[in-house]
């Protein structure tokens, strides 16, 4: 079982950035893939993005193609999530995810979750 712990979530404006970071414990982290999910108020958890266990490979929701970016530090056994250009609807509890593969990561299976952490962006 891999345990998950976000950081990095708050308020920023409209335009604005934040860095998420996930940092991973329990599993080879280098053998795993990791994604970041959201769940707004009120909708079901999406999908964000993914990255491979090597990191040459990255995968995003068309919602955040250009404005995020997924990066990763085998080393320090940690995953980040970089938002740039930030919208109101961005707005959601993020969660980091680890998996076996990119492509059933990337459709939610997994069984270790982060316990997420809060973005809010004001307009």
């Known amino acids: 079982q891999v345990q998950l712990v976000e950081s990095g979530g708050g308020l920023v404006q409209a335009g604005g950035s934040l860095r998420l970071s996930c940092a991973a414990s329990?599993?080879?982290?280098?053998?795993?893939?990791m994604g970041w999910f959201r769940q707004a108020p009120g909708k079901e958890r999406e999908f964000v993005g993914v990255i491979s266990w090597s990191g040459r490979t990255t995968d995003y929701a068309d919602s955040v193609k250009g404005r995020f970016t997924i990066s990763r530090d085998n080393a320090k056994n940690t995953v980040y999530l970089q938002m740039n250009s930030l919208k109101a609807e961005d707005t959601a509890v993020y969660y980091c995810a680890s998996g076996e593969m990119m492509s059933s990561l990337r459709l939610g299976s997994t069984s270790s979750w982060g316990q997420g952490t809060q973005v809010t962006v004001s307009s």
């Open positions: 329990g599993r080879t982290f280098s053998d795993l893939a």
